[in-house]
């Protein structure tokens, strides 16, 4: 059975940071992109970074470019996202995201087949 849990999720102020982390199980962690979306009131779930099964390769959203950093550990199944300079409209569920790595990082919910529950996280001005 899969499993992805995140955790780190919270209620920070403006400009500061946080740290989100994805436990995987269940699967070949070492062979998965993974990924992370987010999903603010009343929108859609938006691409947010992924990172290559070996950890070589990432891609980010551009509203998040150089505020956050995507990486992983296959030797502890776990991924992170370093979320720095935290905005107001960064306010969102934070969800985590596999698929196998076929050499390309999609960006699309469609594309990812294993999700987690989500954590929140708050920003206030």
């Known amino acids: 059975q899969v499993q992805l849990v995140e955790s780190g999720g919270g209620l920070v102020q403006a400009g500061e940071s946080l740290r989100l982390s994805c436990a995987a199980s269940?699967?070949?962690?070492?062979?998965?992109?993974m990924a992370w979306f987010r999903q603010g009131p009343g929108a859609e779930r938006d691409f947010v970074a992924a990172?290559?099964?070996?950890?070589?390769?990432?891609k980010c959203a551009d509203s998040v470019k150089g505020r956050f950093t995507i990486s992983r550990e296959n030797a502890k199944n776990t991924m992170y996202l370093q979320m720095n300079s935290l905005k107001p409209e960064d306010t969102a569920v934070y969800y985590c995201?596999?698929?196998?790595?076929?050499?390309?990082?999609?960006?699309?919910?469609?594309?990812?087949?294993?999700w987690g529950q989500g954590t929140q996280v708050t920003v206030s001005s």
């Open positions: 995201a596999a698929q196998h790595d076929y050499g390309i990082i999609q960006t699309s919910t469609a594309d990812y087949h294993y």
């Open positions: 269940g699967r070949t962690f070492s062979s998965d992109i």
């Open positions: 990172i290559s099964s070996t950890g070589a390769h990432t």
